[in-house]
């Protein structure tokens, strides 16, 4: 089978070269695409003299449109994503490879505790995980790694919802498992990169609360809506029931309460509509 590896590149020309000779060492029969995000330095120049194809955004769009950008040209039939940073090891491509071929249609990278950079992070992606697994009923090892090998014509299917920045593996994971496609996960260890990273703490903090809506909203929406109204009723009515014993009346607090549980419902219902049409042609060639 045909692969096609893709790196997202961005201002990276001390890290691109040992990166792509290392690839190159594995001696696979793959072609091998950088997408340059509107690097400032000379990681373009660097990518094309260690023989990959590069194609360049004329400004920085973010990660994942370097990704969605990557897999509209990627011509193989299995397409891997990797980073170009450095933190992700080509060593560990092959068993992508092996994985796949037991019949899976997206491997992901599962990184151990020690690859994670801050104790905030861990946690951030602990809590990822676990939500994740509760909501799809699937155990999730790694929902945000971005090292996954992936079933090209598969993943091309939810582009359109993919964001430009950073959550995308997020949105592909759910998605494989939304649509039924089989989602398996393998261990490695990612390093530290060199030079600064493009990630800020400030900057990218909503992404927590982002990333665990789109959880929700791509897999079933009901699954997060539904127990919230539940909870929302069963407060209302408790404090309608106290408020009656006590003050033999029924207060604003209890309607708001008992409102709002029916429009979380509500909304939860329609999310789930609008979530099932995303997926009503993943089966199709």
Known sequence: MKITIVLPAKNEAQN???VLQSIQSLELDAEVLVI???STDNTAELAELAGATVISHPYSQGNGAAIKTGA???SGEITIFMDGDGQHNPVDIPMFLEKMAEGYDMV???RNVKSQASLLRRFGNAFYNRFATLMTGHKIDDLTSGFRAVKTNKFKK???LMPNGFSYPTTSTMAFFR???PVAY???HAGQRKGKSHIRLFRDGTRFFIIILRIGSLFSPMRLFLPVSI???LLGIGYYAYTFITLHRFTNMSALLLNTSVITFLMGFLSEQVSALHYRHAEDD
């Open 16 to 18: 691109i070269t040992a």
């Open 36 to 38: 340059n995000d509107g």
């Open 72 to 74: 509209r040209n990627a």
């Open 108 to 110: 992901v990278g599962a």
């Open 158 to 160: 939810f582009l359109y």
């Open 179 to 181: 649509s039924g496609f």
């Open 186 to 188: 393998v261990p490695i």
């Open 231 to 233: 909870s929302l009723f």
